[in-house]
């Protein structure tokens, strides 16, 4: 898919943080319906900074900080969106929509399907998940693949600036539930974003680079490793061509098997635990499909360690797949075949 | 509460019957005896193999779906339970279409993707009957927000049971609820048992509505099986709601006459318990008083009852005669748009 931000004016610098609060912002310049709500959005501007200023532009009434309620919370993201609003949830760390299963998994993904059709659940949830920040098992887990595992879930995973602002978008006006997984090392990570709104279709992967001998498809912060390790490897001759998926559920596997088309080789890299993962769903897509006979090699997943994520800064590291990881692993996959 | 501290039948006519005029008495009446022989019915068709799954039956009960409701406008929100069939009548679903969704047809409210359990009537403000316990209660929360930015003068009563009263989910939306000023009745029926836990066994107050203080909202217990009694604490509820007072907390005491579903066999309560609260039947309990009071005699009560009966046999040959859902159409309304 050719990269549409070169198309649009006004293009500038801003962080990952910054785009998702524009994306807020515009939505909620564009559409009464939209609010904001989560614990510590307001005054504070989010743990994580990314509300920011929000609420001094729109007000308590629609920039809502909350108490900590997470279950009851995305209930009501539920109640809001079945009656009219088009509710945004911050969910403080990924890991506390463990505390917010029941209404997420049991309410928003089978209403719609339970109802015949009659009714729907126009909401988002906002996590930022991930590892590399120091805070250790309970704060920097990856679960967005227990979410893709459920129909009638969106799930996506922007990795740039420029997806994080318009997955959000296209989030906000999709009328499903959608989980945003935000990663907290990428908030301050900085790329060209358009200052109008603009939507990046959910369901729609990313070719973030082209290569001709080895696939590696990444999700989130491993799109960044992964480009990074593309340049390592391209100076040894070997051209990696590297997917962003963007989207886990629906996921494009059209563009995947394309390019595994063309590359015969496929390395599938991501932070949520390797074990019964996203990358088990694509290897395995790709084996029972006639793709498999195209393949030159195994393939290749890199995942999260059957670990909790641990505290000990050499350990986090080790737990989660880094650029070298993936360098080493296609490097060897191009050698061997 | 056993009968027997309940108190008796009036001789002459008290102000909570009173403030009810004929024509609501009628259509109370009238849909007490639609819930219950549509009850009845479906009952028998389980026996019969006409219905498959499990259901969930209210019999007992029905002057508290219907007291809790009479106060409501059209345009009013209710949540229901998985003891739903009473609320979704009392609301105004026509009990053909769910009779339908029992025998599992195209023709039911949910196309036969839901059952017994999930019924929604979007049109007449009911937003679904719930199989997880206290899963409603999150979803009013963010119901009475959306009436809130919408600045609707809606109210929503969400219905519960008095085993959802121990789930978190209670807790926190009671409190957002009080925090937030929403127009929230938390209708609570207290019939006695959760599954075949002993309600005062599972709580270390004597009622739900006790905890209401916790929240700083209004807690009342009402005789749940007395129809005028109801209609006067929900009257009371949904008035201060709509009129910007916030949530309140009714507690209805009540049996249900049935077990818990059709596994259950009575191991954990007696045959005397069961008979007397028989005694205490809402529906003849209604009557005889209104017969008592002259409001009515007793041919056009029977003509009330007759006449419900007939819309339910008619309700059953619909639902008998529907055609299949088609298994092509399985996923249609797993997603919107």
């Keep these: ?135 250790a098992a309970q704060h920097s887990q990856s679960l967005e693949a227990w979410f893709a595992h459920v129909p009638g879930l969106k799930v996506v995973q922007p990795a740039t600036p420029h997806d994080a602002k318009g997955l959000l978008l296209a989030a906000i006006d999709d009328p499903n539930p959608v989980l945003v997984f935000e990663h907290k090392l990428l908030y301050k990570t900085k790329g060209p974003v358009p200052s109008e709104p603009y939507r990046v279709p959910i369901g729609s992967a990313r070719v973030a680079r082209e290569g001709s001998d080895c696939t590696i498809v990444a999700s989130s912060i491993m799109t960044l490793r992964a480009l990074a390790a593309a340049e390592r490897l391209a100076q040894e001759d070997v051209q990696a061509e590297v997917i962003d998926l963007r989207s886990l559920r629906p996921i494009d596997f059209a563009t995947i098997a394309a390019s595994v088309q063309k590359t015969r080789r496929l390395v599938i890299v991501y932070e949520g635990v390797k074990t019964m993962g996203i990358g088990a769903e694509i290897a395995a897509r790709v084996a029972e499909s006639e793709l498999v006979h195209a393949l030159l090699a195994p393939i290749v997943r890199l995942g999260g360690a059957d670990s909790p994520i641990p505290y000990n800064p050499v350990l986090e590291k080790a737990t989660v797949p880094q650029e070298q990881d993936i360098f080493a692993a296609a490097h060897a996959l191009v050698d061997r075949s | 509460m056993s009968p027997d501290e309940l108190h008796a039948t009036p ?104 059952g017994s359990m999930h019924i929604a009537d979007i049109e007449t403000g009911n937003l679904g009957a719930n199989g997880i316990v206290a899963g409603g209660l999150p979803i009013a929360v963010g119901v009475g927000m959306s009436i809130r930015m919408q600045k609707q003068s809606r109210v929503c009563v969400v219905f519960f049971g008095d085993g959802a009263a121990n789930e978190g989910a209670f807790h926190e939306s009671l409190n957002l609820a009080s925090i937030w000023k929403l127009p929230i009745v938390f209708l609570c029926e207290n019939n006695k048992y959760g599954m075949s836990m002993d309600v005062a066994h599972a709580m270390a107050v004597p009622n739900v509505a006790d905890r209401a203080s916790a929240y700083a909202m209004p807690g009342i217990v009402v005789d749940g099986n007395d129809l005028p009694a109801v209609a006067s604490a929900a009257r009371e509820a949904v008035s201060r709601a709509r009129d910007g007072g916030g949530p309140s907390l009714v507690e209805c005491k009540t049996y249900r006459l049935r077990g818990h579903s059709k596994s259950d066999r009575n191991l954990y309560r007696t045959k005397e318990e069961i008979e007397a609260w028989r005694a205490r039947d809402p529906i003849r309990r209604l009557e005889s008083e209104l017969l008592d009071c002259g409001r009515f005699d007793a041919q056009a009560m029977k003509s009330i009852e007759r006449e419900a009966n007939a819309e339910i046999e008619r309700a059953l040959e619909f639902a008998k005669s529907s055609p299949a859902p088609d298994p092509a159409a399985l996923t249609r309304d797993v997603y919107a748009g």
């Design chain 1, 1 to 135: 898919m050719p990269d549409d931000r070169s198309t649009i004016a006004g293009v500038r610098e801003l962080s990952y943080a910054e785009a998702i609060r524009e994306a807020l912002a515009q939505a909620m310049e564009a559409d009464p319906r939209v609010f904001l709500f989560g614990e510590d959005v307001g005054v504070y501007g989010g743990a994580f900074g990314v509300s920011g200023d929000l609420v001094h532009r729109f007000g308590t009434e629609r920039v809502i900080d909350t108490p900590i309620s997470e279950l009851s919370l995305a209930g009501a993201a539920v109640g809001a969106a079945l009656t009219g609003m088009r509710p945004v949830l911050e969910i403080q760390f990924a890991d506390f929509v463990t505390l917010a299963m029941e209404q997420i998994v049991n309410q928003a993904a089978k209403i719609r399907f339970m109802f015949g059709g009659k009714a729907s659940v126009p909401m988002v949830v906002r996590l930022p998940g991930g590892s590399g920040t120091g805070a």
């Design chain 2, 11 to 114: 001789a002459v006519e008290r102000p909570e019957l009173a403030a009810l005029d004929a024509a609501t008495l009628r259509g109370a009446l009238y849909r007490m005896h639609l819930i219950r022989k549509f009850e009845e019915v479906a009952e028998a068709s389980y026996a019969r193999g006409l219905v498959h799954g499990t259901m969930h039956l209210s019999i007992g009960q029905e002057a508290s779906a219907v007291g809790a409701t009479l106060p409501l406008a059209s345009d009013d929100y209710i949540l229901s339970t998985h003891r739903g069939h009473g609320h979704c009548i009392a609301k105004g679903a026509d009990p053909a279409r769910m009779l339908a969704e029992f025998f599992g047809k195209e023709t039911g409210y949910c196309h036969g993707r839901g």
